[in-house]
């Protein structure tokens, strides 16, 4: 198997992969982006931020489905070799990383699963195919790439009323990361996304788990993060004020510390290890 592309940011027997969503890819972790990469590798851990496949510098692998995703991030941990990893996913990357962690739970020692759901619903269901339109509009209207980030990545932030929480920055990185992603890649995304039901599963994952949820996050509401934390025994639930979907971007400095917060207190990290 192809590996996927990553980049590397510290060093420690902990390693984070850093799991991006549908319409993104690992630069969103860098600093230009949100600096959480940095801030995890400060904190004395290995910060492995991964472009899935089809994105960025990864190869398409196969059938665009869950199966084809959760092996190319499981051939990854192999190769990486690591003692200790954390998986950490936005939206479609945290159902990678639940998904991964049902099929061999023994594989990963802690989750951080920020904006994102154990269930996207039947592919069949009424909600289901209105999203699923909603989605592919603008492509199939022949807009592609750029046409559809510019239509859909202001649903994601923050309501423009309540700017100035919703940032230009927010705005421009996620355009730039949604434009560049292959159509075909989109569409496989989502379609390999759209019968995912973990909710079941959600009893048995026995490690440190962290829930980050945005406050104006529409795409996961934050009832929907907190009813998931509440099937996870000893899961943790935070709240990020002034955020939507893209929490990373627009509230950075909150979520990279609610992360590294989380790390610190459930891995045995040094304070400030690499300060």
Same mark, same amino acid.
């Given at each position: 198997?192809?590996?996927?592309?990553?980049?590397?940011?510290?060093?420690?027997?902990?390693?984070?992969?850093?799991?991006?969503?549908?319409?993104?890819?690992?630069?969103?972790?860098?600093? !230009?982006?949100?600096?959480?990469?940095? #801030?995890?590798?400060?904190?004395?851990?290995?910060?492995? +931020?991964?472009?899935?496949?089809?994105?960025?510098?990864?190869?398409?692998?196969?059938?665009?489905?869950?199966?084809?995703?959760?092996? !190319?991030?499981?051939?990854?941990?192999?190769?990486?070799?690591?003692?200790?990893?954390?998986?950490?996913?936005?939206?479609?990357?945290?159902?990678?990383?639940?998904?991964?962690?049902?099929? +061999?739970?023994?594989?990963?020692?802690?989750?951080?699963?920020?904006?994102?759901?154990?269930?996207?619903?039947?592919?069949?269901?009424?909600?289901? +195919?209105?999203?699923?339109?909603?989605?592919?509009?603008?492509?199939?209207?022949?807009?592609?790439?750029?046409?559809?980030?510019?239509?859909?990545?202001?649903?994601?932030?923050?309501?423009?009323?309540?700017?100035?929480?919703?940032?230009?920055?927010?705005?421009?990185?996620?355009?730039?990361?949604?434009?560049?992603?292959?159509?075909?890649?989109?569409?496989?995304?989502?379609?390999?996304?759209?019968?995912?039901?973990?909710?079941?599963?959600?009893?048995?994952?026995?490690?440190?788990?962290?829930?980050?949820?945005?406050?104006?996050?529409?795409? !996961?509401?934050?009832?929907?993060?907190?009813?998931?934390?509440?099937?996870?025994?000893?899961?943790?639930?935070?709240?990020?004020?002034? +955020?939507?979907?893209?929490?990373?971007?627009?509230?950075?400095? #909150?979520?990279?510390?609610?992360?590294?917060?989380?790390?610190?207190?459930?891995?045995?990290?040094?304070?400030?290890?690499?300060?």
């Amino acid at each position: 198997m192809t590996l996927l592309a990553y980049d590397v940011c510290g060093q420690g027997d902990v390693t984070v992969l850093l799991l991006h969503g549908i319409g993104g890819g690992r630069s969103i972790w860098a600093d !230009a982006a949100s600096g959480t990469a940095s #801030a995890i590798a400060a904190a004395g851990c290995r910060a492995v +931020a991964v472009d899935l496949p089809g994105y960025g510098g990864s190869a398409a692998m196969g059938p665009p489905d869950m199966d084809a995703l959760v092996a !190319a991030v499981d051939h990854l941990i192999t190769f990486l070799a690591a003692p200790r990893v954390v998986l950490l996913g936005h939206s479609m990357g945290g159902m990678v990383a639940q998904e991964l962690v049902a099929r +061999a739970p023994r594989r990963v020692q802690g989750l951080v699963l920020a904006c994102t759901s154990a269930s996207f619903g039947k592919p069949d269901g009424d909600w289901q +195919a209105r999203f699923v339109a909603e989605r592919l509009a603008p492509l199939d209207a022949g807009l592609g790439m750029a046409g559809m980030a510019h239509a859909l990545v202001p649903g994601l932030l923050v309501p423009g009323l309540l700017a100035p929480f919703a940032s230009d920055h927010a705005r421009q990185v996620a355009t730039a990361l949604m434009t560049g992603v292959p159509e075909s890649t989109y569409r496989g995304a989502l379609a390999a996304i759209a019968g995912f039901d973990r909710r079941e599963a959600l009893a048995d994952i026995h490690m440190p788990v962290l829930c980050l949820a945005g406050e104006h996050d529409r795409t !996961a509401p934050p009832e929907v993060m907190q009813r998931l934390a509440s099937r996870i025994d000893g899961a943790e639930f935070v709240c990020l004020p002034g +955020a939507g979907h893209i929490a990373n971007l627009e509230q950075s400095a #909150a979520f990279n510390a609610a992360v590294v917060s989380f790390l610190q207190r459930h891995f045995s990290l040094a304070h400030g290890a690499n300060q």
